[in-house]
């Protein structure tokens, strides 16, 4: 009587590619079916969209409001009849553009001691008053006292904040998240039994993946928040000046975001409970929170703009600020990029290196300089 050999069903180790997915799979999931992460999201894309029908309302409120001029006993009959000014008669020429530069009025029509075509022109402060000029029956020339840039200082103040909200808040939200993640699973010794059916690399691969996938997506619907928001309440001149800064913030982010999230996991992997992790992220945090910062207090000048978009960790926000501005050359964008893709193939090398070398380490605090040695 013959007996037939037990046969052994082999289970397959998955390849690399398919592990990382697997991983990349665990993190996007874990996230969707977090309630927490949901609601968030939800509330910063309302937020945004509030943002932007408010500054429309705002800027169409503007638009209804009186335009207040200055003028003298010369000009004053040039405005009369005119609906939209708001008209004070100065004593003379010295005094209309007094009320000028103290901002009083928004302009002044004085007498045009040149002579030529018009009897008068107009003064006003930074910028040529196009609405000014709009209400007038003839176009005169237009002296301004202190010339300024293209770009209107609020518009520009509200365009800088917005890159740096944007990039502080999916950096220190997802740079955190994946830290905590690798902390988690080191106390709990779930890392132990992953990294017996995928290779280390493929774990911090599929984290870094995952979190950058979740980054775009809320990006990617804050652009689309934005665009429509802009399209519906009539901004169109703001939207075409932001449209390719915005395609240029997003392929910055994309880039900075996984420099960031392969230090982050590092981080993470240094420690071995949440209460530590603090120690190890606060100098991430620090690189995340100094673009913010900076563009609050110098998105006016220049030479701190142009620094911000050559350094890898503020460049997401410096490159994009001065392409709307208008003051960065056509291949200024691609040489940032190429220093921001080297340094990012560096930080995942340091990273990938400080991961493997602490991951199964519990205890204290692993230092540095330990965590880079082999």
Same mark, same amino acid.
């Not at 004085?110 to 910028?127: N, Q």
């Not at 350094?311 to 056509?330: E, K, T």
């Given at each position: 009587?013959?007996?037939?050999?037990?046969?052994?069903?082999r289970?397959?180790?998955p390849?690399?590619?398919?592990?990382?997915?697997?991983?990349?799979e665990?993190?996007i999931?874990?996230?969707l079916?977090?309630?927490?992460? %949901?609601?968030s999201?939800?509330?910063?894309?309302?937020?945004?969209?509030?943002?932007?029908?408010?500054?429309?309302?705002?800027?169409?409120?503007?638009?209804?409001?009186?335009i207040?001029?200055a003028?003298?006993?010369?000009?004053?009959?040039?405005?009369?009849?005119?609906e939209?000014?708001?008209?004070t008669?100065?004593?003379?020429?010295?005094?209309?553009?007094?009320?000028?530069q103290?901002?009083?009025?928004?302009a002044?029509?004085v007498?045009?001691?040149a002579?030529?075509?018009?009897?008068?022109k107009?003064?006003?402060?930074?910028?040529?008053?196009?609405d000014?000029?709009g209400?007038l029956?003839?176009?005169?020339?237009?002296?301004?006292?202190?010339?300024a840039?293209?770009?209107?200082?609020a518009l520009?103040?509200?365009?800088? %904040?917005?890159?740096?909200v944007?990039?502080?808040?999916?950096?220190?939200t997802?740079?955190?998240?994946?830290?905590?993640?690798?902390?988690?699973?080191k106390?709990?010794?779930?890392?132990?039994?992953l %990294?017996s059916?995928?290779?280390?690399?493929?774990l911090?691969?599929?984290?870094?993946i995952?979190?950058?996938?979740?980054?775009m997506?809320q990006?990617?619907?804050?652009?689309?928040?934005?665009?429509?928001?802009l399209?519906v309440?009539?901004q169109?001149?703001?939207?075409?000046?932001?449209?390719?800064?915005?395609?240029?913030?997003?392929?910055f982010?994309l880039?900075g975001?996984?420099?960031?999230?392969?230090l982050?996991?590092?981080?993470?992997?240094?420690?071995s409970r949440?209460?530590d992790?603090?120690?190890?992220?606060?100098?991430?945090?620090?690189?995340?929170?100094?673009?913010?910062?900076?563009?609050?207090?110098?998105?006016d000048?220049?030479?701190v703009?142009?620094?911000?978009?050559?350094?890898p960790?503020?460049?997401?926000?410096?490159m994009?600020?001065?392409?709307?501005?208008?003051?960065?050359?056509?291949?200024?964008p691609?040489?940032?990029?190429?220093?921001?893709?080297?340094?990012?193939?560096?930080?995942i090398?340091?990273?990938?290196?400080?991961?493997q070398?602490?991951?199964?380490?519990?205890?204290?605090r692993?230092?540095?300089?330990?965590?880079?040695?082999?």
């Amino acid at each position: 009587m013959s007996t037939s050999a037990p046969t052994h069903t082999r289970r397959s180790t998955p390849g690399e590619l398919q592990s990382v997915w697997l991983v990349a799979e665990r993190e996007i999931g874990s996230k969707l079916r977090s309630k927490s992460f %949901i609601i968030s999201s939800a509330f910063l894309l309302i937020i945004a969209l509030a943002a932007v029908i408010w500054g429309g309302i705002a800027a169409n409120n503007a638009g209804d409001d009186r335009i207040a001029i200055a003028v003298t006993s010369q000009t004053q009959s040039d405005v009369s009849g005119i609906e939209g000014f708001d008209v004070t008669v100065a004593d003379d020429a010295d005094a209309a553009t007094a009320l000028v530069q103290d901002g009083t009025v928004e302009a002044a029509l004085v007498p045009d001691a040149a002579g030529g075509a018009f009897s008068y022109k107009v003064v006003a402060d930074d910028s040529s008053p196009a609405d000014v000029l709009g209400l007038l029956a003839q176009t005169p020339s237009v002296e301004l006292l202190n010339p300024a840039d293209a770009v209107d200082g609020a518009l520009r103040y509200l365009v800088a %904040i917005g890159f740096g909200v944007v990039f502080f808040m999916a950096a220190t939200t997802f740079g955190a998240t994946i830290s905590q993640s690798v902390v988690e699973e080191k106390q709990t010794r779930v890392v132990e039994i992953l %990294i017996s059916a995928i290779p280390v690399r493929s774990l911090l691969a599929g984290k870094v993946i995952g979190n950058t996938v979740l980054a775009m997506g809320q990006i990617v619907g804050l652009a689309a928040i934005s665009i429509v928001g802009l399209s519906v309440t009539g901004q169109s001149e703001l939207l075409s000046g932001l449209g390719a800064p915005l395609v240029w913030f997003a392929v910055f982010f994309l880039f900075g975001f996984v420099l960031l999230a392969a230090l982050f996991a590092a981080a993470g992997a240094m420690v071995s409970r949440q209460e530590d992790i603090g120690s190890t992220t606060t100098p991430l945090m620090l690189l995340v929170m100094a673009p913010y910062f900076l563009v609050i207090f110098f998105n006016d000048n220049p030479v701190v703009l142009t620094v911000m978009s050559y350094v890898p960790f503020s460049a997401p926000v410096g490159m994009p600020l001065r392409l709307y501005l208008g003051d960065a050359q056509w291949w200024e964008p691609l040489l940032s990029l190429v220093v921001l893709l080297a340094t990012c193939a560096a930080a995942i090398w340091v990273g990938a290196r400080i991961y493997q070398n602490t991951l199964l380490r519990m205890g204290a605090r692993v230092k540095l300089t330990e965590a880079l040695r082999s």
